[in-house]
């Protein structure tokens, strides 16, 4: 590490160097007002094929120019081609049930434990609000996931629907604003921390706060630290697996959880006092388990939270920063299409989502959620300029172009494992890693 004694400066005055943004917190629609469980499901599923259904029509006329029917006139047309839109459904043997369950309850033995449920015997269907037809052709069953709504091309024949072609919905490109960027700004991307389990990273965390402040780095580093603008913190900061069950009779330990937020809580004051920071909760963080997951409670944070340049967010978590729209979640729809499907490159799904254009497609089939009956809150209607999943094994990243608009696709490694984190140009989208064990030495 190369420290130069002309750039240890007091936080004020790292404060009046570090560059002013525009910032806009765009995710209300992941807050939960009223919680109402009672709800059934299935109103969310109509949801997403009413709101997706009026974008696909449009496409699949303009693809195809063939009329689109409801599934249940299917019967009029057999033989001819047609479109059908509707939601996906994967009928998957291998899908965990309440048969363990049962099984347990009559003291036989269970299933093998599994973590990925795709077999050759997976089948496709499409539903929509009137009922279902089984497909076969062109459309993989094992490249999607239940709760993708699609348009297909193709004809019935037999009860079964052939697809010979078909289209997702389109996102609507963000209105590009006038005013550009003419100078760079840099957003940093940070996710896995675990600070209840991997006390080992804090010299690590320590030289990661000195380099965002400004007191630590070569002089390059120093003059790209001045314009980190925002870091979001992407999920994982206290633990990424659950505590194990405790024996009965025995009292649950809470002491490390207790003490990973008092540290993260000292790691935010640190750098908010020069700098905005985010936090994401990630699945096995101290809130809701069910996605979206709300803030953290402020309690949490009792020093940082008292900043302005704080702010306990949700997962998923979407936010304006320089007229740049930026979306992401901590991870867990990534990891959820990887069980039911045979896609196992995060870059490749995180794209997919985007082509599908819905967060979490699995949500609430195998993706646990919240019973939204008036919308669904993870629809992609507005592209993102940054779109990011985090706690991933692996730095990944991709830009993707479409009409001339382009969208960074990133996927943030976990810290714990890779000692590193994300650095995007909000300028010119471009992205790199950067490793606080190699490039600090």
Known sequence: MTFNSNLMQDKDQSLRLRSAHDYEDLSDRFRLRLRNYERQYCNLYTIRIKDSRRRLENIALKKWNKPIKKLIDLNSVKGEKCVIVG????????????????????????????????????????EDETQRVKLNGKLDVHSVVTGCVVAVYGTLQSGVFLVEDYCWPETELTKKLLLELKVDKYLILLSGVELATNKNNNLLLQLFIDYVIGWCGINEDFMDATQIVHIIFAGNCIRSKAKPKPKYGTIIDNEDDLEAAKELDYIALQLVECIDVDIMPGEFDPTNHTFPQQPMHKCFFPQSAQFSTFRSVSNPYSCRIENKLILGTSGQPIEDIQRYSNLTDPLEILENTLNWAHIAPTAPDTLPCYPFDDYDPFLLIERPHIYFAGNQRKFQTKLTSDSGYSVRLICIPSFVETQSFVVVNLRNLECKLISLEKDFN
């Open 87 to 126: 939601t996906l459904y994967k009928y998957q043997e291998l899908k965990p049930s309440i048969l363990r369950e049962i099984c347990k309850e009559y003291q036989t033995v269970p299933p093998p434990s599994r973590t990925h449920f795709v077999s050759e015997k997976d089948e496709l269907i499409l």
